[in-house]
């Protein structure tokens, strides 16, 4: 596709299930990035990654929350036991350099559509 | 801990009305600076950002934004909206100590009224 997929787009669960979002980047984009957002905040950072590697994940707010990228392109987020506090938006973005500071047209973050997670 | 504060958390303007958001960062060293903006039921997207150089940047769609090191501000301007602007802004900032993290102010809703 053109653009970054992420599913589901809405997903509703119950405390203390599990979720898994998923993030398809843009074909070739080396570094993926994930990001909440709750209702009337901006974006909040808490991983990416570049190819496969994790490469920081001190935005994750607790041990409930992993993140994995196996073969350096999907990547999945998994929140264990939701509390109702996890509601919000979830955001990947890709990016087709590893330093977007090396600055240049390229050095840019594409969003997905986002996952709206609902913890009941 | 790096910030970005957004004054203005909802703005009004009729069409062809001047715009400045203003946006300010706190972190003493060097920056890149980004305006995003979502439109309704669009993804989020790059208007601008401020690399290095000439500190007014010109996007997309007849936005610019000024930097002032000195009042570590990042201030998005157009001066003439359009119905077709309602949307919502982003200001965002990454350093040099933490490139990859996109650290993003809270917003600002842009309605314009026909």
């Known amino acids: 596709g053109a653009g970054v997929s992420q599913s589901p787009r809405y997903k509703v669960t119950k405390r203390g299930q599990d979720v898994a979002l998923r993030c398809d980047p843009i074909?070739?984009?080396?570094?993926l990035y994930w990001y909440r957002q709750a209702l009337g905040q901006g974006p909040e950072f808490l991983t990416y990654?570049?190819?496969?590697?994790?490469?920081?994940k001190s935005g994750l707010p607790n041990d409930r929350f992993s993140a994995e990228r196996p073969e350096g392109s999907i990547s999945t987020l998994t929140i264990q036991r939701t509390e109702q506090r996890d509601s919000a938006m979830y955001r990947c973005?890709?990016?087709?350099?590893?330093?977007?500071?090396?600055?240049?047209?390229?050095?840019?973050?594409?969003f997905g559509p986002g996952t709206r997670l609902t913890v009941l | 801990a790096q910030s970005v504060s957004q004054h203005n958390h909802h703005v009004i303007l009729s069409e062809a009305a001047s715009l400045e958001l203003g946006c300010n960062y706190s972190?003493?060293?060097?920056?890149?600076l980004f305006w995003y903006v979502q439109y309704p039921g669009q993804h989020l997207q790059l208007l601008l950002k401020?690399?290095?150089?000439?500190?007014l940047v010109k996007g997309i769609k007849g936005f610019e934004a000024e930097f002032i090191k000195s009042k570590f501000s990042f201030n998005l301007r157009k001066p003439s909206v359009q119905w077709s602007d309602t949307a919502e802004y982003f200001c965002?900032?990454?350093?040099?100590?933490?490139?990859?993290?996109?650290?993003f102010g809270s917003g600002t809703r842009l309605s314009i009224r026909p």
């Open positions: 990654f570049n190819y496969e590697a994790q490469q920081d």
């Open positions: 972190y003493g060293g060097t920056v890149n």
């Open positions: 401020y690399f290095s150089g000439d500190p």
């Open positions: 074909s070739g984009h080396v570094s």
């Open positions: 973005a890709s990016s087709p350099t590893r330093d977007i500071l090396a600055g240049g047209p390229s050095s840019e973050q594409f």
């Open positions: 965002a900032v990454t350093t040099y100590s933490s490139a990859s993290k996109i650290i």
